[in-house]
Each structure stands twice: as structure tokens, then as C-alpha cells.
């Protein structure tokens, strides 16, 4: 990240050492291969990104294939995905790409009306008109912040939690049930139970999702 002093731009040193120390991956952009450095996440800078999962259960099958995400829960997403990618890149910074002229362009020209629109929205009771602000507000952000190439956020982000190195595609909804199951009855915790190629953030995933599955399943069929 370049910083300002006396009127002065400088890069951060401990920026430079790491750009230094690791290689270039080539990574897409608008299908064009690109040379970036990027820094793998820890547990703690995964979870500061916002709430979010790596394992995918029927139950999130039926529902994406029932309904469509609202763009409220599109722009959530898309700010998560973001921010793993601004907290990940080091050479270019997230800052420097988005400084490109393009994304700049976008962003400082919208930021008024989504100001504006804010205002109005919290100043309208309940109605018909308000939902269709909101979707407006949530269109132009989506649309102006969050607008860097889908290739390159999904690459970035696969390297950034270490995906391709992980057992956690693997991981199915029987056995979270089965390893929560286990830990039940072990006084212990689901990824203790499920071994594997995971990193702390995946077991965590793992832990969360298992309880899930597990009060879903019970309760159904009426051990709860």
C-alpha cells in the first residue's frame, strides 16, 4: 500500500520484503493471464471478512436452485469476496488496481447518488416505492464498488484460503452428520472427528455446518 508523508508517496517496507520473498502466480483478468502476488490468509484475516462457507449442503442446493439471491444478498457476497481479495493482494495492491482510471471513474461517480439515496430510504415508511429504491441503492453498488472480473476475484480467492491444497471440497453432508454425531457423543467437537487436508478456518466451517446439520437432522426426525 503507498503511503503519503511530507507530501511524499512511499510503499510500505514490509510490502516490499514480502513482494521480495514471493513468487508471481498468473492469475486471470478478463481472461487475459496477469503475473500478481499473493499472500494466503489466516484464520483470524479470513474471519474479519465476514461470515461465509466453503462447504455446500443439499439444503443450499435446494435453495439456490428454488430461488434466486436477492441483490441485497449479492452485494453481501460480493463485499466479502472483495475484501478476501483486498486483505490477500500484495503486488498490485487491491488499492492500485481499483485506482485504474475505470473503477475510479465508477466509484467517485456513484458515491453521490448512493448517498442520496440512503437519505431517502431512511427517511420512507414501509412501502411498494422504498423496496424499489433499495434494489436501486443495491444495483448501483453492486455495480460500481464491487466490479472487478469474476475470473480474478475467484482465482485470488482460491489462493487466498488455500482451497486447492484442502479437503474441504470434499467434505459431504453425511459426513458432518456422522462426525457430529461422533462428538456428541466424544464431548468434543465434529472436526475432530473428520480427517483430513484442513486449515483452521475449514474446520471451523466444518464445526459450524456440522452442528447444523446435525439439529436439523435430530429434529426431524423428532431426537431433539
Not at 457476497?77 to 473503477?103: A, C, F, G, W
Not at 471513474?105 to 429504491?133: T, Y
Not at 458432518?176 to 483452521?200: C, I, M, Q, R
Amino acid at each position: 500500500m503507498i503511503i503519503e508523508h511530507d507530501g511524499e508517496s512511499y510503499i510500505r517496507l514490509s510490502e516490499l520484503y514480502e513482494a521480495a520473498w514471493k513468487p508471481a502466480i498468473i492469475a486471470p483478468f478478463f481472461g487475459s493471464p496477469e503475473p500478481v502476488i499473493v499472500r494466503k490468509l489466516s484464520y483470524a484475516q479470513i474471519r474479519a471478512c465476514g461470515e461465509f462457507s466453503l462447504i455446500e449442503t443439499i439444503q443450499d442446493t435446494i435453495r439456490s436452485e428454488t430461488r434466486k439471491p436477492t441483490t441485497k444478498e449479492m452485494v453481501d457476497y460480493s463485499e466479502i469476496q472483495h475484501e478476501i481479495v483486498r486483505r490477500s493482494l500484495v503486488n498490485p495492491t487491491y488499492d492500485e488496481i481499483m485506482s485504474l482510471s475505470k473503477y475510479d471513474v465508477l466509484r467517485v461517480n456513484a458515491e453521490k447518488e448512493l448517498l442520496e439515496l440512503e437519505d431517502i430510504i431512511n427517511d420512507m415508511p414501509p412501502s411498494a416505492e422504498k423496496n424499489e429504491l433499495k434494489e436501486k441503492y443495491y444495483m448501483t453498488k453492486m455495480n460500481s464498488q464491487y466490479i472487478l472480473p469474476a475470473d480474478f476475484v475467484s482465482f485470488v480467492m482460491r489462493f487466498a484460503l488455500d482451497q486447492d491444497n484442502s479437503d474441504i471440497k470434499d467434505v459431504s453432508e453425511d459426513m458432518l452428520f456422522e462426525a457430529a454425531v461422533k462428538a456428541v457423543k466424544g464431548h468434543d467437537n465434529p472436526s475432530d472427528h473428520l480427517p483430513g487436508n484442513f486449515t483452521d478456518f475449514n474446520r471451523e466451517d466444518i464445526n459450524s455446518r456440522a452442528w447444523i446439520i446435525y439439529h436439523q437432522r435430530t429434529a426431524k426426525h423428532g431426537r431433539d
